[in-house]
């Protein structure tokens, strides 16, 4: 009985000694983080603008309000802009008072906005469209944004991408150590992004572990600026934690 008890206790004492290596922090391993950014030509642009008008008078800023929406509408439409790509919010009314911190104080005016949201599935059109609205009731254009229809590809494959760049930079350092790496451990999806021109929207920069790629969209050469002209910019972030062999 005795050793019986005695090789249940060494079992225990070795499972306990199993789960404590598995959950040891200073474990064998090494993370790296990629970036991928995939060049894309824009077949879709999403253009939010909207019709504001200011009146002492109530029904005097809504009538003019309603006006100039129903130009712009009719304008768009003239442009064989489909029903199903002019998205309307309701109406929005703002009270304003002479004095802004006393809401009992005498109302100066109304406020009323109406804002649409326009899909124009044609790109050469963009500049046409925003002429037109300026010219027929818009007046405010409160944003703009390139995207493609093909999006989950495209960001998919800048996913594939910075899992390559990710594990060809660790395999580099372990290298350089003269070791080699193992099963990845953990793998973590960063900030990814969508940008066009100079400008990137929601975008988290790497650290210093990061290894970019880069891939032009087809049939558009690199003009060797930092973004090709007219194309949108799809990016994606990894990190990946790999064993040490």
């Known amino acids: 009985m005795p050793t019986r008890l005695a090789l249940v206790a060494a079992f225990f004492i070795l499972m306990l000694s199993f789960a404590a290596r598995a959950a040891d922090p200073d474990l064998r391993t090494i993370s790296t983080s990629g970036e991928s950014i995939v060049y894309v030509v824009p077949d879709k642009v999403i253009i939010n603008l909207g019709v504001e008008t200011f009146n002492a008078s109530l029904d005097e800023a809504k009538s003019a309000n309603e006006a100039a929406a129903s130009k712009l509408v009719k304008a768009l439409l003239d442009m064989s802009i489909e029903k199903k790509d002019i998205a309307t919010d309701n109406l929005q009314v703002d009270v304003r008072r002479r004095d802004t911190d006393d809401h009992y104080a005498e109302i100066r005016g109304y406020y009323v906005r ?24 818009c007046n405010v254009i409160h944003n703009i944004s390139f995207t493609t229809t093909d999006l989950r590809k495209y960001r998919d494959q800048a996913r594939q991408m910075a899992i390559k760049a990710a594990r060809e930079k660790a395999v580099l350092l372990a290298k350089e150590l003269d070791t080699g790496i193992g099963k990845p451990r953990t793998i973590a999806e960063g900030g990814g992004s969508i940008y066009f021109g100079g400008y990137r929207s929601n975008y988290n920069s790497m650290n210093s572990m990061s290894q970019n790629s880069w891939q032009s969209a087809p049939a558009q050469p690199d003009n060797g600026e930092t973004l090709p002209l007219g194309q949108i910019a799809i990016n994606a972030t990894v990190s990946v934690t790999f064993d040490l062999q």
């Not at 804002?115 to 037109?132: G, M, P």
């Open 114 to 137: 109406r804002a649409y949201a326009i899909t124009l599935r044609d790109v050469k059109q963009f500049e046409k469209l925003v002429d037109t609205a300026l010219k027929n009731g």
